[in-house]
């Protein structure tokens, strides 16, 4: 099973822009696809953005099409999110999952291992 450890969380200004890292060890990283979800207090945690084990195909919740960008670099074995034009309503703990199905899945059900989460604020 693979573990995941985020990083590049914290606080930025509304129209900002962060990229979260997801390191992950342990069984091949390129066998997985990958995921990030968020979860904002008192809200359910939500689907942002998916890649395939290859790269090749990326899937992005409609709120974050054309500010977020998924990417993999499996020499690396890691997963990113780059999130420009950053809003208030983006506050969240973000997590990065993996699935072994290899898909850009959009469901959490279709994820097996989580990371721990890390805080994203944006202030307004």
């Known amino acids: 099973q693979v573990q995941l450890v985020e990083s590049g969380g914290g606080l930025v200004q509304a129209g900002g822009s962060l990229r979260l890292s997801c390191a992950a060890s342990?069984?091949?990283?390129?066998?997985?696809?990958m995921g990030w979800f968020r979860q904002a207090p008192g809200k359910e945690r939500e689907f942002v953005a998916a890649?395939?084990?290859?790269?090749?195909?990326?899937n992005s919740a409609d709120s974050v099409k054309g500010r977020f960008i998924i990417s993999r670099d499996n020499a690396r074995n890691t997963v990113y999110l780059q999130m420009n034009r950053l809003t208030p309503e983006d506050t969240a703990v973000y997590y990065c999952?993996?699935?072994?199905?290899?898909?850009?899945?959009?469901?959490?059900?279709?994820?097996?291992?989580w990371g721990q989460g890390t805080q994203v604020t944006v202030s307004s």
């Open positions: 999952a993996a699935g072994r199905t290899g898909w850009a899945a959009t469901s959490s059900l279709q994820y097996d291992t």
């Open positions: 342990g069984r091949t990283f390129s066998d997985y696809g």
């Open positions: 890649i395939t084990r290859s790269g090749g195909v990326t």
